[in-house]
Every structure is written in C-alpha cells, then in structure tokens.
C-alpha cells in the first residue's frame, strides 16, 4: 500500500514537473522571439525556419520500483542467489552499496539476508566487501595441476569445478596434453580427476590386490561390450552388428591364435611400473 501510494505521489509530481518545464520553455521561445524583433535585415533575406520546441519529458520509473520492491520482497534465498551469482560470474568485491546498485538487494537494511550471506560458505566477508569463496584458491592451469598432483587417489571435478571462471577449460587442456587422467560418469558430481605421474606411488592393501585378482573378465567380447553399457561407458566396437554382417556375408569371424605368455624378468619393459603393489611386479 506504501509503494502504491509513493508511486501515485511521483506520477503527481512528473505531471507539474510537466507543466513547469512546458511553461519555462515557452516564456524562453516567446523572449527569444521578442529580442529578435527589433533587428533589421534586407528586404530579400530568407526568412530562417521556425525551431520546433520539443516538450521535455521525465522518465517513467514506475517499473524499475516495481522491479526493486518485488526484490526485495521477494525470499531470503532469492535475494542471496542473486548476490551470489553476481560475486561468482565476475569474481570481484563488492560493498553492500554497490551490490545494492546491481541487485537491489539491500543488505545493510535487512538482518537476515546479512546473516544468511556473511555465513554463507561461498561468500568471504573481510568486515567491508563481499566476494566469492571457492574450496581451492586457485589463479590459474600451473597452480590447478599443482593441486591434482597432491592427490594421487584422485580428486573429485566438483570441489574444483569454481575456482576461477575457466576452470574446466584447463582441465581439458591438461587432459589433452597427458598431465591427467579425467574419469567421467554419468553424474558430473562423481567425475575424478588423478594426476599422470609416473612418480606418485599409490598404496593398495592386500585385501584390494586379492580382489582385483579374483576378478574374472569376460571371454566374449559381447559380455564385454554388456559390461561396459552397465557402467555406463560406450564400448569402442560392437561385436553383434559385426558377427551379424559376417554371416550376411558368408564370413566366419577367425579364431585368434593364443599368444605365448612371455615370462616377466627384470629386463622387461614394463608399462605400469609404477604400480608394482597391484602386479608384485619385479623391480
């Protein structure tokens, strides 16, 4: 009702606003015109043409107001996301004026917002500005791969996914470049990242190594092929439309020969020898 009757007060005071402005400018119009009467020009001179007054207008602000009281009005949670969102796509401080100027969420004149947002864990508050808090103070691709490599068990995409705007764009380029391994699944929350180290040596008890041993992998490569869909992972071949344009075309799909198991000395070259708790590999 507040609002209301302010509005209809601005809307009163824009019309004698109007009024005035229309009156000074035609006393202007009619002073100029008298001023210039009494000069004397030729005869023949062209006459100049008539100037045009335009009438002056206020702007109609009633939307904007509108717009301001339907934040402010508007749930806790609303008005901290919209903070939040600001602090986060441009990464700067900001006062409680100046997020005012941008948001219209008034802090300073609202408690619970104030406490919601200085207790907020992605808000840092020194006492003057505002800004946002991420889990990992990171600047850049050096510092992210410097950070990867102190967790050789992995870490989790998530807790580094808004350190800085181009985040994920680095950790592409890491990816590409072989600095990591990025493991996807079908949730984004639950993508690992592990550093491509081949000094980190990972420790894995004996429970795990004898479970990874007992593990029997499937012979056909359909069961494979079935394995991975359960996983959620897109298998590489597809062994059934293969076999089946075989027999179309009257080919029998060859037996692989069995390949002699070489024996593992010292001289082998080994290409996981930075696991050798998993194999009991010689070293």
Not at 89 to 109: D, F, G, P
Not at 224 to 235: D, F, H, S, V, W
Request: hydrophobic content about 35%.
């Amino acid at each position: 009702m507040a609002l209301n009757e302010r509005l209809s007060k601005f809307k009163q005071q824009q019309e004698r606003c109007q009024t005035t402005l229309s009156s000074i400018a035609a006393t202007q119009a009619s002073t100029t015109k008298s001023y210039n009467a009494p000069r004397s020009r030729p005869a023949n001179a062209p006459s100049a043409p008539a100037k045009q007054i335009q009438a002056i207008k206020f702007s109609n602000d009633t939307e904007r107001l509108q717009h301001i009281n339907s934040v402010r009005k508007s749930p806790v949670g609303a008005q901290i996301k919209s903070v939040i969102e600001l602090l986060y796509k441009t990464r700067l401080a900001y006062t409680a004026e100046q997020i005012n100027e941008a948001t219209y969420v008034a802090i300073n004149s609202n408690k619970a917002v104030f406490d919601s947002l200085t207790n907020n864990p992605k808000v840092q508050f020194d006492g003057k500005r505002f800004s946002y808090k991420s889990k990992h103070d990171l600047k850049g691709k050096d510092q992210l791969l410097h950070l990867i490599r102190r967790f050789p068990e992995g870490l989790p995409v998530v807790e580094v996914k808004d350190s800085y705007p181009t985040v994920l764009d680095d950790l592409q380029a890491l990816k590409a470049s072989g600095d990591v391994w990025w493991l996807s699944s079908m949730d984004s929350q639950e993508d690992i990242v592990y550093p491509n180290d081949p000094k980190s040596k990972i420790k894995l008890d004996a429970d795990l190594k004898e479970l990874y041993r007992e593990i029997e992998l499937p012979r056909d490569m359909i069961d494979i092929e079935k394995e991975l869909l359960k996983n959620g992972q897109k298998p590489a071949t597809d062994t059934t439309k293969r076999r089946a344009a075989a027999q179309i075309h009257g080919q029998r799909p060859k037996p692989k020969a069995k390949k002699k198991q070489k024996e593992i000395t010292k001289r082998t070259k080994l290409t996981n020898a930075h696991l050798p708790e998993l194999f009991d590999l010689p070293r």
